[in-house]
């Protein structure tokens, strides 16, 4: 199972960034993708997650709802977040995540089983930078 990110960057508040996550190893379409962040000297953030199969359920944590959309294309096996309006507090490292052998389903509890780190898989990060 491997998981790459790209896509981060620098940009002042207000901008946009695309970030994608190239999935390999396992049955995409079968899975449960998601996005975390970490800035220096905090902890992990959940952001958000997806259902890669016919039923697309999404799940947004409050802090980017209405601001970071995010969208998987089956063809490509990537997962993108759409990053709109970004504000300083976005600034970190961002992962993306799954766990192929116990795929979960989009919300709180997906998260919270991911973030125990018992299982599942992690990409090595993009930065982004968002400054005024």
């Known amino acids: 199972v491997q998981l790459v990110e790209s896509g981060g960057g620098s940009v002042q508040i207000g901008g946009s960034l695309i970030l994608s996550c190239v999935a390999s190893?396992?049955?995409?379409?079968?899975?449960?993708i998601g996005w975390f962040r970490q800035a220096p000297g905090k902890e992990r953030e959940r952001v958000a997650c997806?259902?890669?199969?016919?039923?697309?359920?999404?799940y947004y944590v409050n802090s980017v709802k209405g601001r970071f959309t995010i969208s998987s294309d089956s063809a490509k096996n990537t997962v993108y977040l759409r990053m709109n309006n970004l504000e300083p507090e976005d600034t970190a490292v961002y992962f993306c995540?799954?766990?192929?052998?116990?795929?979960?389903?989009?919300?709180?509890?997906?998260?919270?089983?991911?973030?125990?780190?018992?299982?599942?898989?992690w990409g090595q990060g993009t930065q982004v930078s968002v400054s005024s």
């Open positions: 995540a799954t766990d192929p052998l116990d795929p979960g389903y989009p919300g709180p509890m997906w998260f919270d089983t991911m973030a125990a780190g018992v299982a599942g898989y």
């Open positions: 997806i259902n890669t199969n016919d039923d697309g359920h999404v």
């Open positions: 190893g396992f049955t995409f379409d079968d899975s449960v």
